[in-house]
């Protein structure tokens, strides 16, 4: 295949351009944090705490609009027998912003963490700790394969380049202005990506819809004119199964740390809360662009285009509908900018995971647990009563569950079957021979979920009582998780709290330059919390 040198070299500039905003942005706040006396590889992960509405608005939203989120709203539109109803990942998105905002974003802000793992770590010990990072750390590797996958299927059918340079090449790119800037240069950068996805993907659905070969996507929205209509539909018999996914998507959505990065950068508790919001409308308006060409793809006569008479999804490429759009119903220098827009949610994404895995590993393994030198105090943020054997029973439960229900995405078969499970069979697209997988219809994820949750309450509180009660004898307390809390003397050293209550002076400062109301608020607390406190013996 002959490589298109203009595509090549608006992705060249592109790469630049975004290397060097990354880079600008690590000198121009390299010493950020460090004043205050924010230990440096904190300022790393945080940014010093203090992003502001504008830039945090846009990093935020950023982290979520990847190559997946656009690519994969696109094909869910255009899939027969799916459509926009099934196209979930906008609106569960935006609702896992909009409940993180409402119940999480404040609280862990103001107890000034730098990882989302640190309250776990506080509660459960480093060892849990340890553990509970083995599951982020394989969510935000599936996560940069998935996005860093989109891109390398876009610059195939695009540029004609080969697809495992292009993702080296882009993953190194991030890497390198990632190291050098922390958060600082994901955040700035995201901006500039930001940009290029709206406007990338706002120019091409002009042409696409223009192209002779589209019908109206106001008739096909509802009727069948080369496929299944695009809004799609839900059958009641996939109604588990539809409200399984999207509380993946809602609440699935909220323990991640390229999140919870961003509402502890940001430069205010109410900040935080407020970026979560904007993101979450953020999230929505990027997703527009996508649906649009989704349902070009599927209101398109492909007999009158360059890609041929056989529609992509009888090809087994609906998962690469957004990029044929670009390149058979746009001209060339359109589907270059197209290209330039999932570039770029591909690095805003890649970057962030990439940091948020890195940030786990420093803090949470390589600090607290193998050097636990710790320099400030800690809230823990936790429902009273749980422990480390509640812990540790949650997590096998819930990966039991999880893992036994199979991932088809993972080619992972499942060693639990479900009610209602159906065996399936697919078309490998290279080796065009029959995949047999089992699709599973309960909602077995959210069953996980629900069991992870109530197995940690109820092995917590029986192991308390067992303890508590003289059943167990104090030595039997292997996990040092009941008996050995109630000695403030003997807690571990990861346990980074010496009381419940939360202590005003201890509130992770709020940057005056950039809140001041905040600033005078808080002035006024302490002033009131120092004449009152030798009143209440603290």
Same mark, same amino acid.
């Given at each position: 295949?002959?490589?298109?040198?203009?595509?090549?070299? /608006?992705?060249?500039?592109?790469?630049?351009?975004?290397?060097? @905003?990354?880079?600008?942005?690590? $000198?121009?706040?390299?010493?950020?944090?460090?004043?205050?006396?924010?230990?440096?590889?904190?300022?790393?992960?945080?940014?010093?705490?203090?992003?502001?509405?504008?830039?945090?608005?846009?990093?935020?939203?950023?982290? $979520?609009?990847?190559?997946?989120?656009?690519?994969g709203t696109a094909e869910s539109v255009y899939l027969p027998g799916s459509g926009l109803a $099934?196209?979930? /990942?906008?609106?569960?998105?935006?609702?896992?912003?909009?409940?993180?905002?409402?119940?999480?974003?404040?609280?862990?802000?103001?107890?000034?963490? @730098?990882?989302?793992?640190?309250?776990?770590?506080?509660?459960?010990?480093?060892?849990?700790?340890?553990?509970?990072?083995?599951?982020?750390?394989?969510?935000?590797?599936?996560?940069?394969?998935a996005i860093l996958s989109a891109l390398g299927a876009t610059l195939s059918v695009i540029v004609d380049i080969n697809i495992s340079m292009s993702v080296v090449i882009s993953a190194l790119i991030a890497i390198f202005y990632t190291l050098v800037g922390g958060l600082y240069s994901v955040a700035y950068t995201d901006v500039v990506q930001l940009f290029c996805i709206f406007i990338?993907?706002?120019?091409? @659905?002009? #042409?696409?819809?223009?192209?002779?070969?589209?019908s109206d996507i106001d008739i096909t929205a509802v009727n069948t004119v080369f496929q299944s209509p695009w809004l799609g539909e839900i059958n009641p018999s996939d109604g588990w199964m539809w409200a399984d996914n999207f509380c993946l998507l809602m609440l699935g959505g909220i323990p991640w740390q390229v999140y919870f990065q961003r509402v502890l950068s940001a430069s205010s508790a109410s900040y935080a809360q407020v970026l979560s919001f904007l993101a979450a409308f953020g999230c929505l308006v990027m997703a527009v662009p996508s649906v649009l060409i989704g349902a070009i793809g599927a209101s398109t006569d492909w007999n009158q285009t360059s890609y041929g008479p056989v529609?992509?999804?009888?090809k087994d490429e609906s998962d690469m509908i957004l990029p044929i759009v670009l390149q058979h119903l746009c001209p060339p220098f359109v589907s270059f900018f197209g290209l330039g827009a999932v570039s770029a949610a591909v690095m805003s994404s890649a970057d962030s995971s990439i940091l948020s895995a890195s940030s786990m590993f420093a803090r949470n393994i390589y600090q607290l647990a193998f050097r636990q030198s710790v320099s400030s105090l800690y809230y823990l943020l936790f429902i009273k009563g749980t422990n480390t054997y509640g812990s540790?029973?949650?997590?096998?439960?819930?990966?039991?569950?999880?893992?036994?229900?199979?991932?088809?995405?993972?080619?992972?078969?499942? #060693?639990?079957?479900?009610?209602? $499970?159906?065996?399936?069979?697919?078309?490998?697209?290279?080796?065009?021979?029959?995949?047999?997988?089992?699709?599973?219809? #309960?909602p077995y994820k959210t069953v996980s979920m629900l069991a992870s949750l109530l197995s940690n309450a109820a092995f917590s509180y029986a192991a308390k009582y067992l303890f508590e009660s003289g059943t167990l004898s104090p030595k039997y307390d292997f996990l040092d998780a009941v008996v050995s809390r109630h000695s403030k003397e003997t807690m571990d050293k990861t346990t980074l709290v010496t009381h419940d209550n939360i202590i005003l002076s201890e509130l992770a400062a709020v940057m005056p330059e950039t809140s001041s109301y905040f600033a005078k608020k808080l002035r006024f607390l302490r002033k009131i919390f120092q004449d009152f406190s030798p009143y209440v013996g603290l």
């Open positions: 295949m002959a490589i298109h040198v203009d595509g090549l070299l /608006a992705i060249v500039i592109f790469y630049v351009l975004i290397l060097m @905003v990354g880079i600008w942005a690590a $000198w121009k706040n390299k010493s950020s944090g460090i004043s205050q006396g924010t230990d440096r590889s904190e300022s790393i992960m945080v940014g010093g705490r203090d992003i502001g509405l504008f830039v945090g608005g846009f990093t935020m939203t950023a982290t $979520w609009v990847g190559g997946g989120y656009i690519n $099934w196209a979930q /990942a906008p609106f569960g998105y935006a609702l896992s912003l909009v409940v993180g905002g409402l119940f999480f974003a404040k609280p862990m802000r103001s107890r000034g963490y @730098v990882t989302m793992l640190d309250p776990f770590q506080q509660l459960y010990g480093k060892r849990m700790g340890g553990l509970l990072f083995i599951p982020a750390l394989l969510g935000e590797i599936f996560w940069s394969a990338g993907l706002w120019i091409s @659905v002009p #042409f696409a819809l223009s192209n002779p070969a589209v529609p992509p999804v009888e540790v029973a949650g997590y096998v439960f819930g990966l039991l569950l999880r893992v036994g229900g199979g991932e088809p995405y993972l080619r992972l078969p499942p #060693f639990i079957y479900y009610p209602g $499970w159906q065996m399936r069979q697919k078309e490998q697209r290279l080796t065009r021979e029959m995949e047999r997988f089992v699709e599973q219809r #309960f």
